[in-house]
C-alpha cells in the first residue's frame, strides 16, 4: 500500500514544506473546444463555456461532470499569447506553456520548468513531462508542452510501465540498471565537457558565445543526472499498483487516460514530485487524433471535428462537445479524487493549481484561448467566477506570472508577461 506524507515523522525545519506542497499541473488539447458563448445558439448547452445562473457557474452538457467542482474552478475567455496570433494555427501547441513565438529565434521555458527549477530539488523527480502520443514532435507541431531553461523542448513520456518503473519500481535489478544508467551517462556528459572546452580554445569569440550556451545546458544535465545518482540510494515510494492499467493502450483511451492522472495523482501524494505537463492532444494527425472516431465512434478525428464546430452547424458543436466531454468526465474524476484526499489543512486539490485548455479559438484561431484553472486554495486562487478577459489587453503569460508567485517562485515577468492577474487572488 501507498505511504502518505506523514507530518508528524518530517524534520521540523521541512513539516511546512512537507505538509502543504505546493504543486502545478499544465493540461492541453489541441485544436481547440465546442465553444459559443452566444446564448441563442442552438448548440449552446454542448457549449464548452458555463453559463452564469443565480451568480454561480453552470456548466453545460460538454462539461457536466465538472458541476460538482463549480466552487473550485475559475473560467476565462479572451487570453493568448500575442506573439503566437499571428503564426501558424497548427503550431500553438508549442507555445502554450511558454508564451513564445514557435519560429522566434528566443523560446522561453515552460512554466512548469521555471518553478521546478526553483523548488524541483525538494523532490526525486524536479517535474513531470508526459503525453498521449509520447516523444517531441518537431518545432511547430509538438509532442510535448514542457521546454527547459534553454528553450528547448523536453520529450513527453507515453509508456505508462516506463513511467511507472521510474517513480514507484524498487526491484532490486532495476534499480541497479539504474545506477549503473546514471553512471554511463556521467561519463558521457564529462566527455562532452571536456571536448567543448577544447574546442572553446580553436574558435573565434562569436563561436564561443554559442558554445558556452551549449555548455550550460550540459551542465544542467550534468546537476541531474547527480540527483538522481543521489536519490537512487533512497528506495522509491511503495504503492498498491494492482488497480493500474499499465499495458492500455489508445485502443482503449479512457482507460489510458485514467491511468496516466492516476499516476500523476500517485506522485504528487508520494512527493515524488510537484510539477507535471501532461499533452492530452497534439496538433498531429495520428492514431490519437483518429480516436474518437475508431474508439468513441464519433463521426471523424479530432481535427475534422475542430473543423467542423467551427461552422454553424448544431451537430457539429455537438459532436465536438462530445468529445470534450469525454476528457471532462476523466479530469473530473482525477480533480474529484484530488479534493477528496486531505492534506495539511485542506486536500491535495487545495495544494495544487490545474490548468487545463487550448490554444484555439476555433479552429488554428490563436486568439481567445478557452482556459480553466482548478484548485489552489491554499495558494491564494479563489474561484468560481468565469473572467471575461477579452476587453483586457493583458497577455495569457500575465495569468503564468502570478501561478509561478503563488508557488513560491520569486518571478517578476514571464516570458511577455506585463503584470499579474489580481482578479483571481483572493
Not at 550540459?218 to 499495458?247: H, Y
Request: hydrophobic content about 35%.
Amino acid at each position: 500500500m501507498m505511504l502518505p506524507q506523514l507530518e508528524s515523522l518530517a524534520d521540523d525545519s521541512n513539516a511546512a514544506s512537507v505538509g502543504h506542497p505546493k504543486r502545478f499541473l499544465g493540461l492541453y488539447v489541441g485544436h481547440g473546444f465546442a465553444i459559443t458563448l452566444n446564448d441563442n445558439h442552438p448548440a449552446r448547452d454542448w457549449s464548452w463555456y458555463p453559463r452564469i445562473v443565480d451568480g454561480r457557474l453552470k456548466f453545460g452538457r460538454s462539461m457536466e461532470p465538472m458541476q460538482p467542482l463549480a466552487g473550485q474552478i475559475s473560467v476565462f475567455h479572451g487570453l493568448e499569447h500575442p506573439q503566437v496570433v499571428g503564426t501558424n494555427g497548427h503550431s500553438s501547441a508549442d507555445s502554450f506553456l511558454t508564451g513564445s513565438n514557435p519560429e522566434g529565434s528566443v523560446i522561453s521555458p515552460s512554466i512548469d520548468q521555471v518553478a521546478a527549477n526553483i523548488h524541483g530539488k525538494k523532490t526525486r523527480f524536479p517535474s513531470l513531462v508526459l503525453g498521449n502520443e509520447g516523444g517531441l514532435g518537431a518545432s511547430g507541431s509538438s509532442l510535448t508542452l514542457s521546454y527547459n531553461g534553454s528553450g528547448r523542448a523536453i520529450p513527453s513520456n507515453s509508456n505508462l510501465i516506463d513511467i511507472y518503473n521510474r517513480l514507484f519500481n524498487s526491484d532490486p535489478q532495476l534499480m541497479r540498471n539504474e545506477k549503473a544508467m546514471f553512471s554511463r551517462n556521467a561519463s558521457l556528459v564529462d566527455r562532452v565537457l571536456s571536448s567543448a572546452n577544447s574546442l572553446k580554445q580553436r574558435v573565434g569569440s562569436s563561436d564561443n558565445q554559442k558554445i558556452q550556451s551549449y555548455l550550460e545546458a550540459v551542465r544542467a544535465v550534468e546537476k541531474n543526472i547527480e540527483r538522481m545518482q543521489r536519490w537512487s540510494e533512497t528506495p522509491k515510494p511503495n504503492i498498491d499498483a494492482s488497480q493500474l492499467s499499465l499495458k492500455a493502450t489508445v485502443n482503449e483511451p479512457a482507460l489510458f487516460i485514467q491511468t496516466m492522472y492516476d499516476l500523476i495523482y500517485l506522485a504528487f501524494h508520494t512527493d515524488s514530485t510537484r510539477f507535471a505537463t501532461y499533452m492530452l492532444q497534439s496538433m498531429i494527425d495520428g492514431p490519437w487524433n483518429d480516436m474518437p472516431r475508431y474508439a468513441l465512434g464519433l463521426p471523424q478525428g479530432h481535427h475534422r471535428l475542430a473543423h467542423e464546430a467551427a461552422g454553424a452547424s448544431p451537430k457539429s458543436l455537438e459532436n465536438l462537445g462530445t468529445y470534450d466531454r469525454f476528457h471532462a468526465e476523466l479530469l473530473a474524476k482525477f480533480l474529484l479524487r484530488m479534493a477528496d484526499t486531505p492534506e495539511g489543512e485542506g486536500t491535495m486539490l487545495d495544494n495544487t493549481i490545474v490548468f487545463y485548455g487550448t490554444s484555439n479559438s476555433k479552429t488554428h484561431v490563436n486568439k481567445d484561448y478557452p482556459l480553466m484553472v482548478a484548485g489552489g486554495s491554499n495558494l491564494g486562487l479563489k474561484h468560481g467566477i468565469f473572467h471575461d478577459m477579452s476587453t483586457s489587453d493583458a497577455p495569457l503569460s500575465n495569468l503564468f506570472l502570478t501561478f509561478l508567485q503563488q508557488l513560491d517562485v520569486s518571478a517578476n515577468r514571464f516570458s511577455d508577461s506585463t503584470g499579474i492577474i489580481k482578479e483571481i487572488l483572493v
